[in-house]
């Protein structure tokens, strides 16, 4: 069994080569605020048990074990946040952060009970999919044509897919666009989006504003309405 913080390093390496994102040492570091050497040692045991492999650029991938092992603690994490969410009505900052003691006591038969409760729910409140329930990984984006909000043009509508979890600090990203009104299958039009400075758009009748390095987290896809509307 994989320990609290290989599993976190799993977590990591999965959702940013979900994202498309190359997996290196440096950018693990800053993930976690630690240093190369201890990113290192930790990588090391990863490849040594298993779980991961590193190449000869130094990216690192999971393996099929370490994917296997990844997508079931995905699953308890995210069904729990959706039952944390859905359940007892915390909001969606508090069911994560809570979401991460529960995962490791969750059985899979609870995972499933949840799971019947919730209708089989197919992503966090967050809008990350839920291994088992919906196709994962890489595919989850791909099947939903899903890009970044910063990639997106001047009078573009688009709906919002997830929120990303490949950031340093995940409760801070989400209280930054829990702010401006952003979840799952919000409706955005875009009004401004510069190479600099703030991504502007207009949801529920408001122009409102998010930076751009916070809108490379936010995923979309183009909105249902938007060949209606052209």
Known sequence: ???????????????????????IGARLAEKFGV??????????RL?????????KDKTIELTPL????TENVLRRHRLAERMLFDLL????I???EQAHTIEHSMTEDMAKQISVRLGHPLTCPHGNPIPGNAVSGLAFLKERQAFRLSEAGVGD????????????????????????????????????????????????GEIR??????????????????????
């Open 1 to 23: 069994m994989a320990s609290p913080v290989a599993e976190e390093y799993l977590e990591t390496i999965y959702n940013m080569g979900m994202e498309g994102e190359s997996v």
């Open 35 to 44: 240093s190369r050497p201890t990113v290192t040692e930790t990588v090391r």
């Open 47 to 55: 490849v040594a048990n298993g779980y991961a492999s590193q190449n």
């Open 66 to 69: 370490g994917r296997e092992v």
């Open 89 to 92: 009505g915390m909001d969606w």
């Open 94 to 96: 508090q069911a994560h």
């Open 157 to 204: 509508l688009v709906e919002v897919v997830l929120v990303s979890e490949v950031v340093e600090d995940e409760s801070k990203v989400l209280r930054q666009v829990g702010e401006v009104g952003i979840h799952p299958r919000a409706q955005l039009t875009i009004v401004e989006s510069g190479i600099e400075g703030e991504i502007l758009f207009q949801l529920n």
């Open 209 to 230: 504003a998010v930076p751009r390095d916070l809108a490379t987290k936010l995923w979309v896809r183009r909105s249902a309405d938007e060949a209606t509307r052209r």
